[in-house]
Nanobody, 124 residues
Framework: VQLQASGGGLVQTGGSMRLSCVAS????????MAWFRQGPGKEREFVAA?????YYADSVKGRFTISGDSAKNMVYLQMNSLKPEDTAVYYC?????????????????????WGQGTQVTVSS
């Protein structure tokens, strides 16, 4: 199983960008797909997840939207009102499980499959 993320690039503050992630040779229709990010000099952090419901980090709530297309094995992250602090490498993650404990959605170690990451740079 491979996760391929795309859609990153350079955008100005206040702009929008849409990330895509496709899973090859596997479906996560009953599992969880998520986005994490790692900014310069920072730890990897949770951004959003979709599975049994949708979940967002407080820092992106109201600006980012995660959506999935189980038929295409894809997950998207629509990012609006981007800020310089959103600059990071964004990683797609997935797991075959739908987590029963809410906190698990936020924890990187719960996800078995990871993509290679796509760079998002927001200029001020």
């Amino acid at each position: 199983v491979q996760l391929q993320a795309s859609g990153g690039g350079l955008v100005q503050t206040g702009g929008s960008m849409r990330l895509s992630c496709v899973a090859s040779a596997h479906t996560f229709s009953r599992g969880t797909m998520a986005w994490f990010r790692q900014g310069p000099g920072k730890e990897r952090e949770f951004v959003a997840a979709t599975g049994r419901g949708t979940y967002y980090a407080d820092s992106v709530k109201g600006r980012f939207t995660i959506s999935g297309d189980s038929a295409k094995n894809m997950v998207y992250l629509q990012m609006n009102s981007l800020k310089p602090e959103d600059t990071a490498v964004y990683y797609c993650a997935a797991d075959d499980r739908t987590f029963s404990i809410r906190q698990y959605f936020f924890q990187a170690e719960r996800y078995y499959y990871w993509g290679q990451g796509t760079q998002v740079t927001v200029s001020s």
